[in-house]
């Protein structure tokens, strides 16, 4: 059955491209470990400062420090953005076509944009580990169709997202829980990465393990301050040992829940509460 938008749908459409001026630097999309780093077959053969987002839920508490990187946002007139629906849904997304999608956009096969092209289409058709469901939206609509499919159609759903007071500059700092983080009680989530594209394309995935969501205040050592947020997956068994969370908290899968700061440009759902009204805490629309 084909979902059909009501009007809200302009305003999403509006708060997902203002999301997308969050990334900026991707127009070239040379390929970062940033946008692999939540998928759980990562296997970065080595460590940079873009996948310092990771803690262990015993850190969550007021006062602690974290040290965490978080990007710079830069607006750009040469941001991506999504294609509707019906114009995604004509250009081929797989690793098959890909000699043809690298001539399409007129990348040089040796290039590092043909390159993350490759690796997005790769985590793309991945296998989902147990008791997770994936999906890579090209568009907005298939997007919230994804969502709609975990949540159930009439389920009304809201989105999360880091926001920051204007991030200084894109390094490594410590920066320390100001206020007792937040729990977002959700039965269920659903987390949507970007991905390095051509075009905007987001790698959402749900898994039924227990996940918890948390909004946590922020101050950086340089005065950056940042509501983030934060995800806690508490049963990492069925993930690959070679997730770089695991290297960089030193610990084995299924030893301790995982948990990791969300950048600016991604999105976590969760179905509303029964005392939501129609806008999220965040501003974010609601959607049905």
């Known amino acids: 059955m084909q979902l059909k938008f009501p009007h809200w749908i302009l305003s999403l459409y509006l708060l997902i491209l203002m999301i997308c001026y969050a990334i900026g630097e991707k127009t070239e999309f040379k390929q970062t470990n940033e946008n692999i780093v939540h998928h759980h077959d ?30 710079k946002i830069t607006p750009s007139s040469n941001t991506p953005h999504f294609l509707p629906k019906e ?40 296998s989902p580990i147990k ?29 999360l997202s880091t926001k920051n007071s204007g991030l200084l500059d894109n390094i490594l ?5 100001m206020n007792e983080p937040k729990e977002v009680l959700a039965p269920k989530m659903v987390a949507c990465h970007t991905m390095p594209y051509p075009y905007v394309v987001y790698y959402c995935h749900y898994q039924v393990s227990e996940s918890k969501v948390f909004k ?14 934060a995800v806690c997956h508490m049963d ?9 969370s695991f290297r960089v908290l030193g610990i084995m899968p299924g030893s301790s ?9 991604n999105l976590v759902w969760v179905p509303l509460n029964d005392g939501d009204e129609g806008f999220g805490d965040d501003g974010l629309s609601s959607v049905v």
């Open 42 to 71: 990562s296997t970065t053969p080595h460590m940079d400062h873009s996948v310092l987002v990771f803690f262990t839920p015993n850190e969550l508490k007021i006062g602690n420090k974290i040290q965490v990187y978080f990007k």
């Open 87 to 126: 114009e995604a849904n004509l250009i081929p997304f797989s690793h098959s076509n890909l000699s043809f999608l690298i001539q399409l956009f007129g990348f040089p096969k040796s290039s590092s944009q043909a390159q993350a092209m490759e690796d997005t289409l790769k985590q793309c058709e991945m």
């Open 131 to 159: 008791g997770e469901t994936k999906f890579c939206a090209a568009s907005l609509e298939s997007m919230l169709d994804f969502v709609h499919q975990i949540f159930g159609l009439n389920t009304q759903f809201k989105a």
């Open 173 to 177: 700092q410590n920066y320390t829980i």
């Open 216 to 229: 946590v205040t922020l101050m950086g050592e340089n005065g950056d301050g940042v509501e983030a947020v």
């Open 236 to 244: 990492t068994s069925q993930w690959s040992s070679n997730h770089v």
């Open 257 to 265: 829940p995982v948990c990791h700061f969300f950048p600016a440009d």
